[in-house]
């Protein structure tokens, strides 16, 4: 009787493990199924905020798109991949979506693409209103003689005239020119409010 | 134009931005190299697509192929270069002493 109970109970242990440890992959599943859609779900509700349905596919599919790339693609362990995804959806929820939606709804149309934008062109402004006392500009590219023959031809004076020009700096790891000048102001707009010349400041 | 508040926080992204005027920037690249989290970035990149600045594109890839949904790049506009040179030149400006020397935000130094 005792060996009876003694192979019922090995059966039941067996069983009971195989059923165990079925429940616990069904419910690993599960709670990993449902975290990893969790950050989307955030998305979906951030998306709400976004007023027009045009726009808010958009967002939706682009913030989706980044959340995969982060979920996915980014270096480190799944559940810290993972908890960057939830970081980035949960505060498009909180604070991204509404703030895209006040832009848009300034707007007054989904800021979708760059087609039919308003010119950001600086109207009225200039580099000359800005500095009226001509600016110290750098000339950035590799031709320093070529780019002097050139601002002498068209504009009738030259950088290399000016202290700042051929300036040999010496730093701990290298050893550089510096081409700086005084740019008059009548001809920054010219010289430096373009992308004619590789300049900067 | 349209108007656009320079605030600190657009003054690095543009500085982002200008870094490489060409290039082409994701939302999740951006966030890591300004350490802004998402809910600062993305209404920042709407404003500045919305005045023309930036320019949003979807990629131009095979989802099947890459394993992953097409993602949105941003790159500046030839007039947001204008712009976003302009106000940070502005800005820098505000806040640079008056010696002479580099720009706060942009010390172009050429190299030879």
């Known amino acids: 009787m005792s060996g009876l109970l003694a192979i ?51 967002l939706a599919d682009e913030w989706n798109a980044e959340l995969d790339f982060i979920v996915y693609g980014t270096e480190g362990l799944p559940l810290t991949r993972l908890l960057r995804g939830l970081i980035f959806s949960a505060d498009l929820l909180l604070h991204g979506a509404p703030g895209v939606a006040r832009e848009i709804a300034a707007s007054g149309g989904p800021s979708t693409e760059a087609t039919g ?56 790891d290298f050893c550089f020119t510096s081409y700086s000048f005084r740019c008059p102001t009548e001809h920054l707009d010219a010289i430096y409010g373009n992308d004619r010349f590789p300049m900067g400041s | 134009m349209p108007k656009v508040q320079i605030t600190v926080a657009v003054a690095r992204i543009l500085r982002e931005f200008l870094a490489d005027p060409s290039a082409e920037r994701y939302g999740y690249d951006l966030m890591r190299a300004t350490s802004f989290p998402s809910g600062k970035l993305y209404p920042i990149l709407t404003k500045l697509v919305r005045i023309g600045w930036l320019v949003r594109e979807r990629e131009d890839t095979d989802p099947a192929g890459v394993g992953r ?31 002479r020397g580099p720009g706060l935000l942009q010390p172009g130094l050429a190299r030879s």
């Open chain 1, 117 to 172: 934008l308003a010119s950001a062109r600086i109207a009225g402004r200039t580099w000359s209103g800005l500095f009226p006392e001509g600016r110290d500009i750098f000339y950035e590219g590799e031709d320093p003689t070529g780019f002097v023959s050139q601002i002498r031809t068209e504009f009738g004076f030259s950088p290399a005239l000016d202290s700042g020009w051929g300036v040999k700096i010496h730093t701990d």
């Open chain 2, 69 to 99: 949904p097409q993602r949105f790049y941003y790159r500046l506009s030839s007039d947001g270069v204008d712009a976003a040179r302009y106000e940070l030149a502005v800005l820098s400006e505000q806040l640079a002493s008056p010696a």
């Open chain 1, 8 to 58: 019922v109970a090995l059966l039941g242990l067996f069983f009971g493990s195989v059923i165990w440890a079925a429940v616990s992959d069904m419910f690993k599943d599960e709670v990993r199924t449902r975290l990893t859609r969790l950050p989307h779900l955030l998305i979906r509700a951030a998306s709400v905020w976004i007023p027009r349905a045009a726009a808010r596919d958009d």
